[in-house]
Structures are given as C-alpha cells and as structure tokens.
C-alpha cells in the first residue's frame, strides 16, 4: 500500500490513503495475538508473540536508516518503493503461514488427535482473545 503513496499529488488522495492504510495497520495492530494464537497454538503465544514483537523491533530500527540512505543516493521515491516492496514482500509470505502451520500441526500429531468441535469448545472456554492475553 506504500507502494501509492508517492502518487498521492493532491491532499484529498493523501487524506484517503492516510485512512485506508491506518485501518488496515489497526486491524492487524488489534488481532497480532489472535493471529498468533490461530497459526501457532495458545501453549506458544508467549514465546511466538515476543518474537513477532522483537522482529518488528529490529525491522523499525532499521528501516529508518535504510530509508535515509535511499533518499540520499537516489530520490524522494525510494524509500516508498523499498517500505511498499517490504509490506508486499510479508504479505505474500504470510498468506503461506496457514499451510505451514497445518503440515506443522500434523508432523507433530496435534492435528488430527481432536475434531474441530472439541478445539472450539476448547477456545471457548478459555475465554475472549482479549482476555487471553490479559487486555479485558
């Protein structure tokens, strides 16, 4: 989505991109746990939740200065070029995840051992995505 911003030429584009972008960056802000919780299993938030989050640490560390130097080298299009390469780049890896999770699931023999109706009865009674991580 980054990759349009430098097309935005007028304040009316600015102000819809700037919209669209914050609710798509909330969405994914607000079910980062509940999307770890999917892909990984609850007995793993924990441990896969802190390395989302060390990951993400590291990526804003360093896209700063990556940016920097592209907009010194090269233009005022780069660094919107390199951010939008980047989220595109994780997007298309991350519709993977699921998949990967599956074959994980049942090379361990976590899969299959229960039906879906016993792992949502399970869920259930744990609660809300909200108070499972502690926020409700």
Partial sequence: MTLVLPFCESYFLLVVFSFVFGLCV???????SVIVVELMGLDKLTTCYSQLVIFHGISVLIGA????YLLDKYNYFYPFYFAGGCMLLSGLLSMFLRKVAQ???RKSGHGGS????????KM???GTP???VGLG
Wanted: without cysteine; hydrophobic residues 35%; charged residues 25%.
């Fill in 114 to 121: 229960q039906s879906s109706s016993e792992n949502e009865m």
């Fill in 26 to 32: 909330a969405a994914f802000s607000s079910l980062r």
């Fill in 103 to 105: 074959v994980e699931r």
């Fill in 124 to 126: 259930k009674s744990l």
């Fill in 130 to 132: 909200h108070e499972i």
């Fill in 65 to 68: 200065p990556v940016a920097g």
